[in-house]
Nanobody
Framework: QVQLVESGGGLVQAGGSLSLSCAAAGRSFTPLAMGWFRQIPGKEREHVAA????????YYADSVKGRFTISRDFDKNTVVLQMNSAKPEDTAVYSCATTTTTLNARSKSRDYNYWGQGTQVTVSS
C-alpha cells in the first residue's frame, strides 16, 4: 500500500517562508515523478510544482515561479516544496502526489495516481 504524508503546513505572514514536506512510503513502491497541488474550497485543484523522477527537471505554475522551489531527497523518499515570498493568494490546502508510471514532471492531476491527505497553508496579509 502506498502512502504519502505531508507535513509543514501552517500560518505564515505575507512575505515569509514555509517549507512543506511529503514522505512517500510503501512496499515495493518506487515513486517516479512527484508534484504539489493546491485547492481552495469551491475551486478546482491547481498545479503548483512538479519534479521528474531523477530530480533534474522541474515545472512550476506561473503564479509561483521564482518564489517556490521543489526538490526531492532520494534517501528519504521525500519531496519538499520551499515557499518563499508568500502571498495571501497562496492560502490553500496543499497536497503532494506521485505517479508510478511517469518519469517526467507533470502538471495535470490526472497524471498522478497517488495522493496525500493535504496540509493547510494560510498566508496572512
Amino acid at each position: 500500500q502506498v502512502q504519502l504524508v505531508e507535513s509543514g503546513g501552517g500560518l505564515v505572514q505575507a512575505g515569509g517562508s514555509l517549507s512543506l514536506s511529503c514522505a512517500a512510503a510503501g512496499r515495493s513502491f518506487t515513486p517516479l515523478a512527484m508534484g504539489w497541488f493546491r485547492q481552495i474550497p469551491g475551486k478546482e485543484r491547481e498545479h503548483v510544482a512538479a519534479i521528474s523522477w531523477h530530480g533534474s527537471n522541474t515545472y512550476y505554475a506561473d503564479s509561483v515561479k521564482g518564489r517556490f522551489t521543489i526538490s526531492r531527497d532520494f534517501d528519504k523518499n521525500t519531496v519538499v516544496l520551499q515557499m518563499n515570498s508568500a502571498k495571501p493568494e497562496d492560502t490553500a490546502v496543499y497536497s503532494c502526489a506521485t505517479t508510478t508510471t511517469t518519469l517526467n514532471a507533470r502538471s495535470k492531476s490526472r497524471d498522478y495516481n497517488y495522493w496525500g491527505q493535504g496540509t493547510q497553508v494560510t498566508v496572512s496579509s
